[in-house]
């Protein structure tokens, strides 16, 4: 028996790194790239995680504590409150009357993960191999994880990863559609009105999101003035960006994208390299571009006619992009 589960990338429209201190953001799914968990019984004990991608097989109780794929494991038997035997003896979040109450599982399981995501771009790597990886263990455990219960667990592991993650990454990779995000706050799904092309361009060079918040966090606390008026402007833009979206106005996105662009230029996280595509995109014809995520290197977007897309996507190539996705946002 073998249970799988998808789930996609993301690419963050607005409001990257202000989303952190309470601003909205928007960010989208991006179906073109995904990551993939196949949980199978095996007849050895314990878990087995088999990821091709980072070198990495081995049983999960041999995983350090801080493992991210060790951690979504634990929390997603501490869910469940089902684990094969052998497992690690102490699941992360789990309480006593929980470990007292768990289900152990005579056979063993193997979990492959795949993914199509580059690591540390900006497109939510790591919550799409997390989101995959509830998904596919909880089904195969016959106690399936509705998505609010994905989301958060997701956002568990979205804390190794990060640090102090806002909680979009999960959510847009968990719902998989357009989402107007504030932390803290319900979750909202945006109505695209009328669809829009993005064209997203990857620098090449990792861009660990947790550096780049930490670095951000830093300038903040030595001038919180400046860095909160930034984080304000790129609050506003997303709200603007928002409404452009919903009431069927994308054009109106490119003006707002190089806007926000100079603001994160200002907080300090774009890169020669993303500056270097950014002016590329619109030199080819975009009508705005600008980083997304973490920035000081990943991924970068461009606004594009669906007409104009092949040319822009060859000035990116051109400037240094090591790979273009073209996605429909609708």
Known sequence: MMSHASAPGKIILFGEHAVVYGQPALAV????????????????????????????????????LDDALGAVISLVCA????????????????????KDARRVISKGLEIKVTSSIPLASGLGSGAAVSVAIIRALSAHLGQPCDDETVNKIAYE???????TPSGI???????????????????????????????????????????SVAGVRKRWEQDKRKM?????????????????????????????????????????????????????SRKAGAT??????????????????????PTIVEALYAAG?????VTDVR
């Open 157 to 163: 592991v979205e804390k190794i990863h990060h640090g």
């Open 29 to 64: 799914p991006v179906h073109q790239v995904h990551a993939d968990a196949e949980v199978s019984d095996s007849d050895r004990a314990g878990i087995w995680v088999d990821a091709p991608d980072i070198r990495l097989h081995a049983e999960h109780s041999r995983l350090a």
């Open 228 to 280: 909160e008026m930034l984080f304000g402007v790129a609050g506003s833009l997303a709200e603007v960006a928002r409404q452009s979206i919903e009431k069927g106005h994308p054009e109106r996105l490119g003006a707002l994208m190089n806007e926000n662009q100079r603001v994160l230029t200002e907080m300090g996280v774009s890169s020669p390299e993303l500056d270097k595509l950014v002016e590329a």
């Open 169 to 211: 990454d999960n959510t847009v990779v968990t719902y998989g559609k357009p989402i107007f995000f504030i932390k803290g706050q319900p979750i909202e799904l945006l109505d695209v009105a009328k669809p829009f092309t993005i064209i997203i361009g990857d620098t090449g060079i990792p861009a660990p999101t947790k550096e």
């Open 79 to 98: 869910e469940t409150g089902t684990c094969p035997a052998e497992t690690i003896s102490s699941s992360s979040g789990e309480t006593a009357s929980q």
């Open 288 to 309: 705005g571009a600008k980083l997304s995520g973490g920035g000081r290197g990943g991924n970068m977007i461009a606004l594009s006619t669906k007409e104009n897309a």
């Open 321 to 325: 992009a090591k790979n273009v996705i």
